[in-house]
């Protein structure tokens, strides 16, 4: 398994950004999917955004395509989420997650999770 720690999170306008990062370590992080994953309170975990080990493919939630940004870099063993225009419907706790597959898009195939970072948004 892989080791997660979030960080980042904090208290933001909306219309306002900030930049989520997840540091790694334990199984190779370049070779594991990852993804970032939110729930709010009282609401089940929902998907954000998913990126490929080496960061050629993304994939992101209907609600937050063309706000937010995953990157990842290999080098560091770093996972990031620039959000933009927030907007207090994203105000949730967010997880980062590895995957043990290159690629994924299912729940099923992410085996690590973070403890979550706070992200609250106010209007």
């Known amino acids: 398994q892989v080791q997660l720690v979030e960080s980042g999170g904090g208290l933001v306008q909306a219309g306002g950004s900030l930049r989520l990062s997840c540091a790694a370590s334990g199984r190779t992080f370049s070779n594991s999917g990852m993804a970032w994953f939110r729930q709010a309170p009282g609401k089940e975990r929902e998907f954000v955004a998913a990126i490929s080990w080496g960061g050629g493919a993304t994939y992101y939630a209907d609600p937050v395509k063309g706000r937010f940004t995953i990157s990842r870099d290999n080098a560091k063993s770093i996972l990031y989420l620039q959000m933009n225009s927030l907007k207090p419907e994203d105000t949730a706790v967010y997880y980062c997650?590895?995957?043990?597959?290159?690629?994924?898009?299912?729940?099923?195939?992410?085996?690590?999770w973070g403890q979550g970072t706070q992200v609250t948004v106010s209007s």
């Open positions: 997650a590895a995957a043990n597959t290159p690629w994924a898009l299912k729940d099923s195939r992410y085996d690590s």
